[in-house]
């Protein structure tokens, strides 16, 4: 007996110790189960196997502490059905009762599937269980003798089928060796002259727990280094987004600010440049204005390009010279090159849009900053000048 208190200390140890490692975070609540058996129970010795069979009926419940290792609690009660039979003691139990016999059993449970190979997360079709515990037996005799109180001991295997879809419910097979270590008489011993072969089948239902389904599930766990790692990545993101966030807002207000200078160069009134006295009243000027450092002709400014078109196609005797400005901002290298890319704008659209024979255009300049106007941003301009 001793070696077996011994054996139960240590296994109790490693199921603390695997608690720790591989279900921390599990509740007491989870991981319970109920189940219901029935099969049959004879002596070992002594008697006919099959002909003093008697059956049993009985109740599991049971707390999974880790894949591996779990208790149990365990009623059976054997049925008297010949009224003339013998106890697990061996004395005859003569009686009128339905049942003559009970065993309630603490079990320590082993999962040999899962101890042999890893766990996965979610059980497979077949447990294999090893059970051994002890337990307290009683005999209902009749009035010749007394009722009997009894240590046993139970070993023996639970060849569980997991089934449904979630796999809550488990279909048992269990074969066990149930001995009567005491009967008031004799010394606790595993002898086999009191002992019972006992077989039931029966079906278990696995309560729902805490993390959403009916079995274990694996959870993997980080140091704290790896997680004071991880917060210092997810706080520098955060940083950066901060960061971007301020610029996409400074980003947005200086669009804004363009924007609203873009409305007033639209909605401005386009002054009227000032009239050559040295010019003859068979010549005209149109000017289109251009943004700053821009050479496209925009939409508020293209009725500009088309009075030039209509009236050469009105006149078709007149002819048109181009001249392109810039107002001061740059240097002169970009200055010259913009001037002259906002008189080319024009002329390309006048011979591409509107159809202009480029014959008419006697000449295209581009004549670097330009002091057509007081106002030095008028003078981003390029001016066509129509003569007969």
């Known amino acids: 007996m001793k070696k077996v208190f011994m054996l139960l200390a240590v296994c109790a140890s490693v199921i603390f110790a695997d608690a720790q490692t591989t279900v921390r975070g599990s509740k007491f609540t989870d991981n319970w189960s109920v189940g219901v058996q029935a099969g049959g129970v004879t002596r070992t010795y002594g008697h006919k196997f099959f002909g003093d069979l008697r059956p049993v009926v009985g109740l599991t419940v049971a707390k999974e502490i880790t894949p591996v290792f779990g208790l149990a609690a365990e009623f059976n009660a054997a049925i008297n059905a010949q009224h003339n039979n013998f106890g697990p003691t061996g004395y005859p139990a003569n009686t009128h009762k339905a049942f003559d016999a009970s065993n309630l059993s603490g079990l320590l449970r082993v999962n040999l599937v899962n101890l042999i190979k890893d766990y996965t997360g979610e059980p497979g079709f077949v447990d294999v269980k090893a059970v051994f515990g002890f337990g307290w037996g009683h005999e209902y005799y009749g009035h010749r003798y007394n009722d009997r109180n009894l240590l046993t001991s139970k070993a023996g295997l639970d060849f569980g089928f997991n089934i449904g879809a979630d796999k809550a419910w488990q279909v048992n097979v269990k074969p066990a060796y149930i001995w009567a270590l005491t009967d008031g008489a004799r010394a606790s011993e595993y002898d086999n002259k009191f002992a019972h072969l006992e077989l039931t089948a029966g079906v278990t239902y696995k309560f729902k727990n805490s993390n959403g389904t009916h ?129 080319n704008a024009v002329k390309d659209m006048l011979v591409k849009k509107y159809k202009v024979d480029a014959s008419r255009i006697v000449s295209v300049e581009g004549c670097g900053v330009g002091d057509i106007f007081s106002e030095p941003t008028w003078n981003r301009v390029a001016v066509s000048t129509l003569s007969e």
């Open 215 to 343: 079995n274990f599930v694996l959870v993997k766990e980080y140091d704290q280094a790896e997680v004071d790692g991880l917060n210092a990545k997810i706080n520098d993101l955060r940083n950066q987004l901060g960061a971007k966030d301020q610029k996409i807002a400074a980003d947005a207000a200086a669009i804004k600010k363009l924007q609203d200078e873009l409305n007033d160069c639209r909605n401005k009134k386009v002054p009227t440049p000032p009239v050559d006295p040295g010019k003859t009243v068979n010549q005209l000027e149109t000017n289109v204005f251009f943004a700053q450092g821009k050479s496209i002709i925009t939409a508020a400014q293209q009725p500009n390009v088309e009075r030039v078109a209509s009236f050469l196609k009105s006149h078709p005797a007149a002819k048109v010279a181009i001249k392109g400005y810039a107002s001061p901002e740059g240097g002169k290298a970009i200055n010259d090159k913009l001037s002259k890319a906002r008189a």
